[in-house]
């Protein structure tokens, strides 16, 4: 049981009062003056490479969606840097996905080293698009969370209208756990516990504590947007749906130059599927 716990996600973060309790905990880190960001790990996280199963977010395809998000990004970095001028915020849309499964990390993978998670993953979650067809995502509401080895984090909450994400999930990381074959994944312990969003916005250079007008600053624009619709994605296709292996933990597949920094290999492609 504690097993298949770890494999499915519990959605506990399409719940309100989980939400509020996340918020209270960042706003609470915020004040405290014992609080640092570990910048060794910051550091580490940004140049090493980490392996995932992802639904692309092409947020070109929306361009409303994409004016919409930048605008309460911007608005939300604002409410900090007017008070403190030298947070860097990095908003990132490039590499903007949701993560279904998290793989493998700290290792650079090459498409051919994909494509063994590709042959357990593309045949789980093409019968759940055919079973789930009717699903929706709505992106809806803006999440931020603080940690000592993430720094502050800031994204758009994702509302499945059907369990089809978390029921992927659950039947890959079943799949490739009881794999025979040798395949190279994080330890299934250290699982991914907020699947619903994606992270668009890091700042990692914040000093502790944060100022009282700041934070109800920053409080005020993420309560403006909590019950705000960004858009929402339907007709969701096997070629949404990809194995990455990113540069730092922003999934990076080019750099800012659209240099190579990374990989990815598409479940739509053609490979040669598991026979277990």
């Not at 409303?64 to 998000?69: D, E, H, S």
């Not at 970095?77 to 849309?93: E, G």
Request: charged share 20%.
């Amino acid at each position: 049981m504690v097993r298949l716990c770890r494999f499915y996600d519990h959605i506990k973060i399409l719940s309100d009062d989980f939400q509020q309790a996340r918020h209270l905990e960042a706003f609470r880190q915020m004040c405290n003056p014992q609080f640092s960001f570990n910048m060794d790990v910051l550091q580490r996280l940004e140049v090493a490479h980490f392996t995932s199963l992802v639904f692309k977010l092409e947020l070109t395809k929306f361009p409303k969606m994409v004016q919409g998000l930048q605008n309460a990004l911007q608005e939300l970095s604002r409410s900090i840097q007017q008070f403190y001028p030298d947070a860097a915020f990095q908003i990132n849309f490039s590499a903007a996905h949701i993560t279904v499964r998290s793989i493998a990390d700290y290792i650079r993978q090459t498409e051919k080293d994909l494509q063994e998670y590709v042959v357990f993953a593309r045949p789980v979650t093409r019968r759940w698009l055919m079973r789930m067809p009717e699903t929706r995502i709505y992106l809806m509401g803006l999440f931020a969370h603080i940690h000592a080895n993430k720094g502050l984090s800031v994204g758009v909450r994702v509302y499945p209208t059907l369990p089809l994400l978390q029921v992927i999930r659950g039947e890959i990381a079943d799949q490739l756990y009881n794999s025979e074959h040798n395949l190279c994944l994080r330890p299934e312990t250290q699982f991914h516990t907020m699947l619903t969003h994606s992270t668009l916005m890091r700042c990692r250079n914040l000093d502790f504590p944060i100022s009282n007008a700041a934070i109800e600053s920053f409080k005020n624009v993420l309560d403006r947007y909590n019950k705000h619709i960004f858009g929402e994605i339907a007709d969701l296709q096997l070629d949404d749906f990809f194995i990455r292996n990113g540069k730092s933990d922003k999934l990076l597949v080019t750099d800012e130059h659209n240099q190579p920094v990374g990989c990815e290999v598409c479940l739509n492609n053609e490979y040669p599927e598991s026979q277990e």
